[in-house]
């Protein structure tokens, strides 16, 4: 089998203007590309929204060969429940523990040698204090909460092909070559509440491979969100995608890895890019805003926010 490869964690923010200040100058992230759309995506990358929204996908280098994380916008959506689904993310940077302190971003757990510290909008981030790699990726697992070990275990090896490379009392740690994100299950005991903020998981996979992963899935009678499905990017390479769901509910898409490296080029306008449209949108919403003080028109694109970070 031609090796897969682990590719981004999908989250839901409510505000990106903060939370893209947070993983560009506290977790020293790259914008790696920014795409915006018209209209809800056809595999649902947007949760259950149908509006305008956009993606900015960040991390410590190319997608090619770095774990990153996608940030999905929905225009007017202000904020989003978290449940018990996503345990966090781990990364090893002393460089972004410096940064931490440095901007005095509020540290939520600390150990030694390692601190927790919450995204806007409450994701959790384990910051390792060692010294970022210079040719690895920093990224080193997604941990997701389970609500039973051995049935979790058996799908995400034997149908997903996932490889074991470390097992405690209460998690297992899997991934598919010893280089990449590892995603690391762990038992928390009581069933899995994902929220509204739920977010997915992508793996890529050879096109080729694509309809097997759905075909398995039916045949050991497992959730099948979306079957085989293209979808297209104003501009860039159209990819094709199967997205399951495991006995929990996390959301897994498989994409076909040689359009997906076509899509996923780094674009280096995308810093200024993302930077014209949080000003264009602030520029609407304020106009907005003082339409419908004098009782003109709708609300502005605030939404409102649930995250326990956000008290307004």
Not at 277 to 300: F, N, S, Y
Request: contains cysteine; charged residues 20%; glycine residues 8%.
């Amino acid at each position: 089998m031609a090796v897969r490869r682990a590719l981004h964690f999908v989250v839901k923010v409510g505000h990106r203007d903060p939370t893209v200040s947070f993983y560009r100058d506290i977790l020293a992230m790259k914008i790696l590309r920014h795409e915006e759309f018209e209209e809800g995506c056809k595999a649902s990358c947007n949760g259950p929204y149908d509006g305008k929204w956009s993606k900015t996908m960040v991390g410590y280098g190319p997608e090619d060969n770095h774990f990153v994380v996608e940030l999905t916008y929905n225009y007017g959506i202000g904020g989003y429940r978290l449940g018990n689904d996503f345990l966090g993310i781990t990364i090893q940077s002393s460089e972004a523990i410096c940064k931490v302190r440095q901007h005095g971003w509020p540290i939520v757990q600390e150990a030694a040698g390692a601190i927790v510290v919450e995204a806007p909008g409450g994701y959790k981030f384990h910051l390792l204090d060692k010294p970022q790699p210079k040719n690895a990726d920093p990224v080193q697992k997604v941990t997701l909460g389970v609500s039973n070990l051995e049935r979790a275990h058996h799908y995400w090896t034997e149908l997903c092909g996932m490889n074991l490379y470390g097992q405690e009392k209460r998690s297992i740690l899997l991934g598919y070559t010893e280089d990449q994100c590892k995603l690391e299950l762990r038992d928390v005991s009581q069933a899995i509440d994902h929220g509204t903020a739920f977010g997915r998981i992508a793996f890529a996979c050879p096109r080729v491979q694509l309809p097997t992963i759905q075909e398995t899935m039916e045949n050991q009678q497992q959730t099948v969100l979306t079957p085989l499905l293209s979808l297209d990017t104003p501009g860039k390479a159209t990819v094709e995608v199967v997205i399951v769901a495991d006995p929990d509910g996390h959301e897994i898409c498989f994409v076909g890895d040689e359009s997906f490296r076509q899509l996923s080029y780094p674009d280096p306008t995308a810093d200024h890019m993302l930077n014209e449209v949080a000003h264009d949108v602030d520029t609407i919403t304020h106009e907005a805003g003082q339409k419908w003080l004098r009782g003109v028109g709708r609300p502005p694109l605030s939404g409102r926010c649930f995250a326990s970070w956000c008290h307004t």
